[in-house]
Nanobody, 120 residues
Framework: QVQLVESGGGLVQAGGSLRLSCAAS????????MGWYRQAPGKQRELVAS???????NYADSVKGRFTISRDNAKKTVFLQMNSLNVEDTAVYYC??????????????WGQGTQVTVSS
């Protein structure tokens, strides 16, 4: 089966930086769009950033200019570099990927989530 394993969350002061990583493993033929979502307490999960297999990126307005998404296709890994963090960025961050498996079966997978806490 397929697993997405995230790492890199933690506690940081406002203005600081964190880098999240998410590695996919398992029965994978190829990976389509990968992305990062976040969910703050009492709020709906929202898209933070996404990147296609060809490297086209998309960002939420709230993170443009501060966050950068990238991927290493050979390592089946997506990254989220987060700079100039503020308390509003506090949330559980989830990795998401469209995985194509043998037989061209396509499914969307989620990571388990990693907590990012920004203190003032």
């Amino acid at each position: 089966q397929v697993q997405l394993v995230e790492s890199g969350g933690g506690l940081v002061q406002a203005g600081g930086s964190l880098r999240l990583s998410c590695a996919a493993s398992g029965s994978i033929l190829s990976i389509g769009t990968m992305g990062w979502y976040r969910q703050a307490p009492g709020k709906q999960r929202e898209l933070v950033a996404s990147i296609t297999s060809g490297g086209i990126t998309n960002y939420a307005d709230s993170v443009k200019g501060r966050f950068t998404i990238s991927r290493d296709n050979a390592k089946k890994t997506v990254f989220l570099q987060m700079n100039s963090l503020n308390v509003e960025d506090t949330a559980v961050y989830y990795c998401n990927a469209i995985i194509i498996q043998v037989g061209l079966v396509q499914n969307t997978y989620w990571g388990q989530g990693t907590q990012v806490t920004v203190s003032s």
